[in-house]
């Protein structure tokens, strides 16, 4: 089973300002990584696919790059409606497995 | 639009059985491969189990496999999720989410519902 960390836990940011997160896998899963959204008390939002491609109506402020085990999720300025914690997970090797999350909170 | 629907999440004593729903609408939902997925408070999303389309093929997380069952009724356009021999680490919010794969399970969720919870405790 393929391990998903992500750092930091905890990324304290300023509205307008850049949010950039990270996930790791602990081994190669090419390109086959999702970010999710989740708000407090919400269900997960599918955010990115293929690691880089947004999903339908995610706004063109968030962004995600990276291929093999490293990989990066950029809100370019932070909103309001973005703090949230947001999950990666891998499609690559079966099963599917998640990281731990990022909670993005307003410094 | 696509909705999903959770129900079922109860208080039930360590041992003890549940059966979860999730209603589907606003797709055609023999077309989809359906998955559950599980939260535990303050933790981050694991999952739990898969179905295929017509409900053939199904496939199990090492924790839950041989106490859970995974079930799909296309006449009710309804997924199930049948929890026996409960233990204390399966309480959770449970969700259900649609594969986004078109016809095939890319094992990557396009759609989820709000979830319904699930508490283990004597």
């Known amino acids: 089973e393929i391990l998903m960390t992500q750092s930091p836990a905890t990324l304290s940011v300023s509205p307008g300002e850049r949010a950039t997160l990270s996930c790791r896998a602990s081994?190669?899963?090419?390109?086959?990584l999702a970010w999710y959204q989740q708000k407090p008390g919400q269900a997960p939002r599918l955010l990115i696919y293929?690691?880089?491609t947004r999903a339908s109506g995610v706004p063109a402020r968030f962004s995600g790059s990276g291929s093999g085990t490293e990989f990066t999720l950029t809100i370019s300025s932070v909103q309001s409606e973005d703090f949230a914690v947001y999950h990666c997970?891998?499609?690559?090797?079966?099963?599917?497995?998640f990281g731990p999350g990022t909670k993005v909170e307003i410094k | 639009e696509v909705q999903l629907v959770e129900s079922g999440g109860d208080l039930v004593q360590p041992g003890g059985s549940l059966r979860l729903s999730c209603a589907a609408s606003?797709?055609?939902?023999?077309?989809?491969?359906m998955h559950w997925v599980r939260q535990a408070p303050g933790k981050g999303l694991v999952w739990v189990s898969r179905?295929?389309?017509?409900?053939?093929?199904?496939s199990y997380a090492d924790s839950v496999k041989g106490r859970f069952t995974i079930s799909r009724d296309h006449a009710k356009n309804t997924l199930y999720l049948q929890m026996n021999s409960l233990r204390g680490e399966d309480a959770a919010i449970y969700y259900c989410?649609?594969?986004?794969?078109?016809?095939?399970?890319?094992?990557?969720?396009?759609?989820w519902g709000q979830g319904t919870l699930v508490t283990v405790s004597s």
């Open positions: 179905i295929d389309r017509d409900g053939t093929s199904t």
């Open positions: 081994q190669s899963v090419s390109s086959n």
């Open positions: 293929g690691a880089s």
């Open positions: 606003g797709f055609t939902f023999s077309s989809y491969w």
């Open positions: 997970q891998q499609n690559n090797n079966w099963p599917p497995t």
């Open positions: 989410a649609r594969d986004a794969g078109d016809l095939i399970s890319i094992n990557r969720f396009d759609s």
